[in-house]
């Protein structure tokens, strides 16, 4: 590798040949502070907030954009660069809406912390003419609050890059530039898929999730009501993050306690609702496979994903299996078997789910999500609100002892653990379906071929004779690229398991934030991903259709995988809509 | 918040749309074709509605939403058809410092329209400008070809009901 050497600071470094100021900085041990920057999906200089001195230059340069050259001499940190970094701030702030007290960003907002870095202060001597901006409730899952807008333009990047969405963009100019939906149209109304990418990307309080918080506390609070949570896979590999722990630590068993003592009459599992969802998917898969139905058969656990297919490849919904997401499944069995074993009435429990997504806010209220007569779940919140109920009530995350979840919908195999990283739900079908097509025990449970954080996975495994060729994807923008193919003609895969966020679950939209510089400089879903499959392994029952639970569930209540019972239940149908209306 | 298109309902024709997407094939293969194709477009139909940025989206495979950014972005493209009489009111200093904001916001409320925006029957679009050379007239405004200077708010619904026919 051509190397290129600078000064940064007087400090020599060497770098690889077409590195930019700000990599360079970071290999000499200088982190320069950067805004609207998201490596690979946002390169726009745009904020200057990260400006450098460089000598020989005529004006600061943007140090993430800026690319080094041999012998450049660089500054990060002269009177000049940190007076126009403050006015910078000062000039943002003049048309921001400063409230920060109440902002639920207030403690992890990017803005607030550079404020605080350069003493920058929420006085109003620098107020300029302001923008005000109607608040769009609009979307089932988010609200977009302009006027704490920054124009960074992450969100955008994110929604048409990464995503292959681009629902929400820069509109008008100049001062009136503002991000918005075309014709001003609501993001419920537009064909956004409600991923919640954007809220993840979002530096201040712009873009957040709708929080149920309050609803889910009056709930917890209502004597006459049974409370019952499940938590999704990918919450337990994000979740201790909330709480100051490093990136990659495993939170189950001081969540499982946090929960208990935010007041939970049942702590129970959607990693259950994840092996039922094998049960079902697996079977599924096999019949369209010895009865000739329609393949490749899809996975629709991912409501963003389900969403998108419905929006922009509607001929592709046969595609989908039929199956329910784990979440939807789990609330669906806990209001009639569940509700049937106990004596209770189903419309005296509230289910909530904690979900490391933001599309399940949205997934909740689709048609025919209602087993029992009433919502299968009735609040699905973040893994960010669920960190906020427990500090608002108090607990010390930290130093809660490691509980285990209640039986029996609390029990759970390494199948379900994995459902929350790309290529998880793929490899736990595999388990089950293999051992089902062929008769006989897996070997060995590893499919490693699946595994890992690429965009686009592939693999052909020989089961029972035949060649059953898989493909995940992650990512919607890899999504398409893979639908395309199919398509086409190009691929003909069998099986294809798709998540709407890149990495699967465990990046979801609702999951903690982590600010831009921890984005750019750590694989954070390899990380989070890595909880999951260390968890996986150390299971004794690593097979969904191994599940004792499961197997009794089936025994007393739905008969076979499939049956007719099952389909009212656990299944739901998809709904062709169009991309602008 | 909600979408908001023109008012004028959309009267495209098929030879319009026919015309339309042979621009669009004409450009499928360049890179960064979407300013020609909306110039275009704006010859074909006179402005850009969402029926016609649809069509340039679908065809293109860009978002709704770049598209819109960009029709946004250029003065020179317009969202809404032009209506049969052009009010045109100077917001220049000097009629500003007359009053012709008032004037501005007086025609909006009698007409029931906001600035770049056109009357549902097709009648009457309203713009602002800058300076048209007739200071001394101050505050004024041209209907068309028709000028009418040292305006004040009760002149005009009179001046409105000239342009009936």
Redesign the interface.
């Known amino acids: 590798m051509e190397m290129v050497n600078i000064k940064i600071n007087g400090i020599p470094v060497s770098a690889p040949k077409g590195s930019t100021i700000l990599e360079a900085a970071r290999i000499a041990g200088t982190e320069i502070p950067t805004l609207c920057f998201l490596k690979d999906i946002n390169e726009i200089g745009a904020c200057r907030i990260c400006v450098v001195e460089v000598k020989g230059a005529k004006s600061l340069v943007a140090s993430c954009v800026y690319p080094i050259n041999e012998g450049m001499e660089v500054f990060t940190n002269t009177p000049k660069v940190i007076e126009s970094r403050k006015q910078t701030l000062q000039l943002i702030l003049s048309n921001h809406d400063r409230k920060c007290l109440s902002c639920v960003r207030s403690g992890n907002c990017e803005l607030q912390a550079l404020c605080k870095y350069y003493g920058v202060d929420d006085e109003g001597y620098y107020d300029g003419v302001r923008d005000r901006y109607?608040?769009?409730?609009?979307a089932a899952h988010m609200i977009r609050d302009n006027n704490k807008c920054i124009l960074c333009r992450r969100c955008?990047a994110v929604c048409?890059k990464v995503q292959g969405?681009?629902?929400?963009?820069?509109?008008?100019?100049g001062f009136r530039t503002n991000i918005s939906?075309?014709?001003?149209?609501?993001l419920g109304?537009?064909s956004c898929v409600s991923c919640g990418q954007c809220i993840a990307v979002c530096p201040t309080g712009a873009i957040t999730e709708k929080d149920n918080t309050a609803e889910v506390f009056k709930a917890l609070a209502d004597d006459t009501k049974t409370v019952i949570v499940q938590t999704a896979p990918a919450v337990r590999a994000a979740l201790a993050e909330e709480f100051g722990n490093p990136i990659g630590t495993n939170a189950e068993g001081k969540m499982a306690a946090a929960l208990r003592r935010l007041g939970f009459d049942k702590v129970f599992d959607t990693d259950f609702g994840a092996d039922l969802t094998i049960m079902e998917e697996a079977h599924e898969f096999v019949e369209r496979v010895k009865n000739g139905g329609k393949l490749p058969m899809i996975t629709s656990c991912s409501p963003g994903w389900v969403k998108y297919c419905e929006h922009y490849f509607p001929d592709m919904t046969e595609n989908l299996s039929s199956c329910k997401s784990p979440m939807q499944m789990f609330g669906a069995t806990v209001k009639t078997y569940y509700a049937e074993k106990m004596g209770l009435d189903p419309k005296d429990i509230v289910v909530v789910a904690v979900m490391p997504c933001t599309a399940k806010k949205f997934e909740i209220g689709r048609d025919d999500m209602s087993a029992a007569g009433v919502a299968d779940v009735d609040f699905a919140i973040t893994t960010r609100e669920l960190a906020r109920m427990i500090n608002r009530a108090g607990i010390q995350f930290n130093s809660l002892p490691e509980e285990k979840f209640d039986d029996p919908l609390g029990i759970s195999t390494g199948a379900g653990v994995i459902f929350g990283a790309t290529g998880g739900v793929m490899e736990a079908a595999l388990r089950t379906a293999v051992e089902t097509l062929t008769g006989e025990e897996l070997p060995a449970l590893d499919f490693v071929d699946v595994r890992g954080t690429q965009g686009i996975k592939e693999a052909t495994y020989n089961v029972a004779g035949m060649d059953i060729k898989v493909a995940v994807a992650s990512g919607l923008s890899n999504a398409r690229e893979l639908l395309k193919k199919v398509k086409n003609g190009e691929a003909d895969y069998h099986f294809i398991e798709i998540m709407g966020c890149p990495g699967g679950c465990v990046n979801g939209g609702g999951q903690p934030q982590q600010p831009g510089y921890v984005r750019n400089t750590t694989d954070i879903k390899a990380l989070r991903a890595k909880v999951l499959y260390d968890i996986d392994a150390s299971m004794p029952v690593r097979k969904s259709h191994e599940n004792e639970a499961i197997k009794q569930l089936y025994s007393e209540y739905f008969g076979e995988p499939g049956s007719e019972k099952a389909h009212h239940v656990l299944h739901t149908t998809y709904v062709k809509r169009g991309?602008?209306d | 918040?909600?979408?908001?298109?023109s008012t004028i309902p959309f009267n495209g024709t098929p030879e319009q749309e026919a015309k339309l997407r042979e621009i669009i094939s004409a450009h499928k293969a360049d890179k960064g074709a979407l300013m020609p194709v909306l110039q275009q477009a704006q010859e074909v139909y006179g402005y850009l509605p969402?029926e016609v940025?649809?069509i340039i989206a679908?065809e293109m495979d860009i978002?709704?939403?770049?598209?819109?950014?960009v029709v946004?972005?250029?003065s020179q493209f317009s969202l809404n058809p032009k209506g049969k009489y052009t009010i045109s009111v100077c917001l220049g200093t000097a009629c500003y410092v007359k009053g012709s904001g008032d004037i501005f916001n007086k025609i909006s409320e009698v007409l029931g329209i906001k600035g770049g925006e056109t009357t549902p029957d097709g009648k009457f679009s309203l713009v602002d400008c800058r300076c048209i050379g007739a200071c001394g007239l101050a505050p004024v405004m041209t209907v068309n070809d028709d000028v009418y200077g040292r305006l004040t708010v009760d002149e005009i619904a009179g001046i409105l009901e000239k342009y009936q026919d």
């Open positions: 109607e608040i769009d409730y609009s955008s048409e969405i681009g629902v929400i963009g820069a509109n008008e100019r939906s075309p014709f001003e149209m609501g109304e537009t991309l602008y | 918040m909600g979408k908001k298109t969402i940025q649809e679908k978002p709704l939403e770049k598209i819109y950014g946004t972005f250029y």
